[in-house]
């Protein structure tokens, strides 16, 4: 037992080495993508901003099916129409994935419609855009539910499925705010910081599950409709993401089966500085960079 010990002290530096290595030989070399022809893809929030984005990235990249969950009619089909004019096969079901009966009625009429889906891309997301005292206690709720709680429904809907195939991949479409929050979007942040916390654990528990994997999406402030009116005080230099970038990034990151992926790489930076500056120091950094009242503009989807 004991040189079992300490053979395990012996090369599990030399294991940490090789992974170090091996990923950073695959940032030079070009990986091989995963064949999605084979797939089909549940996309929540799929009718418009990212969501639509993503169906049109997917269908480009030779997914079988999509399906796209939402709760606007009109966004939704509009998609479909556009999915089903580039070749793919695509449905949509109107859901509120914050309501859980609705979740799994709906994720049972998928399954009968269109059959088992291999890949789950949590995208659906709302925002108040205020601050905790002038918040109304029903939207904050209703961030949770949206943003976190329905995280939990579609994947205990879909999971079980996906481990019985031994195929499958979850898919969350989170935010840099999961990481660091900024004032005036005090429910979009809590939900994303514990939305992060989900992946977290659910990564790490499917890593002795054959043929399921999970990515978690991580991006800087996107060019959409739900953050309308955000500002920050150099958009020069740190210019808002493109959804359709967004959108290949984290495709890209299913098809590398890569579980974490920050939007841009510079994101990087802000972990390091966050676990080595004071509090002092990152106050000012929010106050310089615009980030500390980047939401009194904030106007969101109208």
């Known amino acids: 037992m004991v040189w ?25 070399l070009p990986a091989k993508l995963r064949d999605l022809s084979r797939e089909t893809v549940l996309i929540t929030g799929g009718g418009r901003g990212i969501g ?17 969950w939402g709760r606007t009619e009109k966004c939704l089909k509009e998609t479909t129409e556009e999915i089903r004019q580039m070749g793919t096969e695509c449905h949509y079901f109107i859901c509120d994935v914050g309501n859980r009966e609705e979740v799994y009625q709906t994720a049972k009429a998928v399954r009968e419609k269109v059959g088992d889906i291999t890949i789950l ?27 976190t709680l329905g995280q939990f429904w579609t994947t205990k ?10 195929n499958g991949h979850i ?20 939900s994303k910081a514990s939305a992060f916390a989900f992946m977290e654990s659910l990564t790490l528990g499917l890593l002795d599950c054959p ?10 402030h996107t060019s959409t409709e739900m953050f309308q009116g955000m500002r920050v005080r150099f958009p020069n230099l740190f210019p808002p993401l493109k959804p359709e970038t967004v959108a290949r990034r984290t495709v ?28 002092a120091a990152l106050e000012e950094i929010h106050k310089f960079s615009g980030t500390y009242t980047c939401m009194n503009t904030f106007k969101g989807r109208t």
Not at 52 to 68: C, M, N, P, Y
Not at 125 to 147: E, P
Not at 157 to 166: D, H, V, Y
């Open 211 to 220: 043929g399921v994997s999970a990515t978690t999406v991580l991006p800087f």
């Open 252 to 279: 890209e990151a299913v098809q590398l089966n890569q579980a974490l992926l920050l939007l841009p790489w510079t994101m990087h930076a802000l972990i390091i500085l966050k676990s080595i500056l004071p509090q």
């Open 52 to 68: 639509r984005q993503l169906a049109r990235e997917f269908a480009e990249r030779g997914a079988r099916k999509i399906v796209l």
């Open 157 to 166: 809907a879909f999971l079980p499925r996906m481990l019985e195939l031994q």
């Open 4 to 28: 079992k010990r300490l053979g395990a002290l012996v090369v599990f530096p030399l294991q940490m080495i090789y992974l170090v290595v091996k990923a950073a030989v695959g940032l030079v």
């Open 121 to 147: 891309v949590n995208n659906a997301a709302v925002v108040h855009g205020k601050s905790l005292m002038d918040s109304d206690d029903d939207a904050l709720l209703k961030s949770q539910h949206i943003n």
């Open 171 to 190: 898919v969350c479409l989170n935010s840099v705010l999961a990481l660091s929050a900024i004032p005036g979007a005090i429910d979009y942040c809590t």
